[in-house]
Every structure is written in structure tokens, then in C-alpha cells.
């Protein structure tokens, strides 16, 4: 038996993606950004023997991936709120290492902006949207 070809196949047809709004991409790059900076305190707490190895490096990849599923959540409420409690899970992580509490105040000033910030410009965009009867 051969194959049917191409042309006798149907198409496939991919609905549509969801539009995001500019908070939930910018909320859910600043997550990604966290879990990328990670790496380097799971290398800190390691190399200075804070923690045993297994427990830095399992906590570190640990994070890492919580955090990067966490940013596929920001479009909702629920997912939000989740961020808010992961900026202060980061912040606790200055009671293992002190520097930490310089990093996480970095992001957690990053989260806040991207989180106002992104309001304000799908406040914006909506009103547009109106304006031109888009919607």
C-alpha cells in the first residue's frame, strides 16, 4: 500500500492564539529573567558550603522551574497572585544567602513596574481599540 498524498490530506487548521495583553507578557518575562538569574545563587550557596550540594542544587533547579512555569500563568488572577508570592519566596532566600535580599529587591522592583506598567498600557489599548470600534 503506498501513501495518500499530500494533496488528498486535510488541512490542518490551527485555531487561533489567545491575544496577550502587555501586564501578562511583561509579568511573564520578568519570571523567565528569575528563573535565568537563579543559576548564579544555586552556584553561590554550593560553592561556599552554605547548604549540602544535593539541597543547593535541588533547590536552585527547583526554583528555576517553578519559576519559568509560573510566568505561563500570568494571565490570570490566580497566576498573579502566585508571582507576588514567588517575588517573596525570593526575598526569604536573603536568609540563606544575603545578597539575595539586593537581587530579589531588584526584581521585586522590576515586578512591580512591569505590573503597573502593563495596566497602564492595556488601559490604553483597550481605550484605542474603542475609539476605533475594534471591539
Known amino acids: 500500500m503506498t501513501e495518500p498524498s499530500r494533496a488528498s490530506r486535510p488541512a490542518r487548521v490551527r485555531k487561533p492564539r489567545r491575544e496577550r495583553g502587555a501586564r ?17 545563587p544555586m552556584l553561590v550557596v554550593f560553592g561556599k558550603g552554605t547548604l549540602p550540594p544535593a539541597v543547593a542544587f535541588g533547590g536552585g533547579i527547583g526554583a528555576m522551574v517553578v519559576l519559568a512555569l509560573a510566568s505561563r500563568l500570568t494571565g490570570n488572577r490566580a497566576g498573579v497572585g502566585f508571582g507576588w508570592l514567588l517575588q517573596a519566596a525570593i526575598l526569604a532566600t536573603g536568609f540563606i544567602e544575603p545578597f539575595m535580599f539586593a537581587v530579589a529587591v531588584v526584581f521585586l522592583a522590576l515586578w512591580v513596574f512591569c505590573f503597573v506598567k502593563g495596566g497602564q498600557l492595556d488601559r490604553q489599548n483597550a481605550a484605542r481599540r474603542a475609539a476605533l470600534g475594534e471591539d
Open 24 to 40: 501578562e507578557s511583561l509579568l511573564s518575562i520578568s519570571l523567565v529573567l528569575e528563573a535565568i538569574m537563579f543559576f548564579f
